[in-house]
Structures are given as structure tokens and as C-alpha cells.
């Protein structure tokens, strides 16, 4: 998995009107949790662009005033207007395990899709519970068997060093019939 460095710097105020005053400065206030103690502090908002942006997942590697931690993005806060980030938790990676979004790749080449069927994509991450050394930075599916009409659920998986935490029913991917190859099927018919 891709690891991100993050700068920061120590936040000497805390409350609502230092955190405004934060990010007038291009500053976002962040919160690391999982020590002995919360550590606050602020980081520039360019420095999240490959961080929270992405559909990577990514470790961080925060580095304030010279201490270095190791940790996730536990949450992000929006601002519901403009969209800046108000806010970012970090939890601080140790050998317990950890859950985290983790996309899902696509491998092969559909069936269905070689004889007209739309591959469709219903989940495009899973929650995926696993030691941080062990956490994969995606997770494979094959799809060269898929045909039309047919899905993939989270059940039909084989798990790695991890456990999947979202519901084994759920479909991951599903081939799907088209107007074009109905209009076809009906012509052929006819």
C-alpha cells in the first residue's frame, strides 16, 4: 500500500474561533487519536490533494515539528457549499488490526460483455478489516467468467490475510443485458 507524508504543525489554541482562523490561512485543523494522547495540530490544504482526492487508499506518514506517526484517515469533514475541508481525524497505526475502504479492481474480460452485456460495477469498495501490514491496497476480481444476466457477491470471494466486513450478499459486479442486444434477441425472433 502507497504511504502519503503529511507535514504538520503543533496548534497551540484549540476551539471554534482558532480553527476559523486556521483555515483562512489555508490550514486544516486534524485530531490524531490512538496514542495515550490526542495530538491536534493543523496542515497545509494543498497537502491533502494525494491523500483524500484519490480512490487510493494510503497509510500517512505525519510528521509534526519533527515526531513522526504512522497513521490513517479515520474521516474528512466538507464544507457542504464549497467543499474545503473543514476537519481531519487521523488514527495512529499500531499492530492491532484496523478497517479500512479498499477499492475493488476489475480483472479480465467479461463473457457477457465480449457477447454485448454492459459490465456493471455495484460496488466500487469493500470494508476490509485486517493488521495495516497485511492490508491489501485492492482487492481483485475476475471477471472472464462472468455472462449475461450474471453477478458476483461478496460471498464468492476468496479472503486473503483480512476479513470482508460488508455483507457477504451484496453484489460486487453484474453483467447486464442492453437495449441494443434486446432489440437484437426480439429481431432475431421475429
Known sequence: ????EIIGYNRANLGKTDAKQLRLQALV????????????????????????????????TINIEGDEYRAI??????????????????????????????PVKLVGNSVGAQKGGKVTIRLRKLAIFAAPEKMPS??????????????????????GDYKILTPASNPIVAVETTRALKQAENDAKK
Open 73 to 102: 484517515v479515520q474521516d474528512a469533514q466538507y464544507n457542504a457549499v464549497n467543499e474545503m475541508i473543514l476537519h481531519v481525524d487521523f488514527l495512529l497505526l499500531s499492530d492491532k488490526a484496523i478497517r479500512m475502504d479498499i
Open 138 to 159: 485492492a482487492i481483485e476480481v475476475d471477471i472472464t467468467h462472468l455472462d449475461i444476466g450474471k453477478t458476483i457477491k461478496i460471498k464468492e470471494l476468496t479472503a
Open 29 to 60: 485543523p486534524c485530531v490524531l487519536y490512538g496514542g495515550k494522547e490526542q495530538k491536534h495540530f493543523s496542515v497545509p490544504m494543498i497537502l491533502f490533494k494525494d491523500l483524500l482526492y484519490t480512490s487510493e487508499p494510503a497509510f500517512v
Open 1 to 4: 500500500m502507497r504511504t502519503v
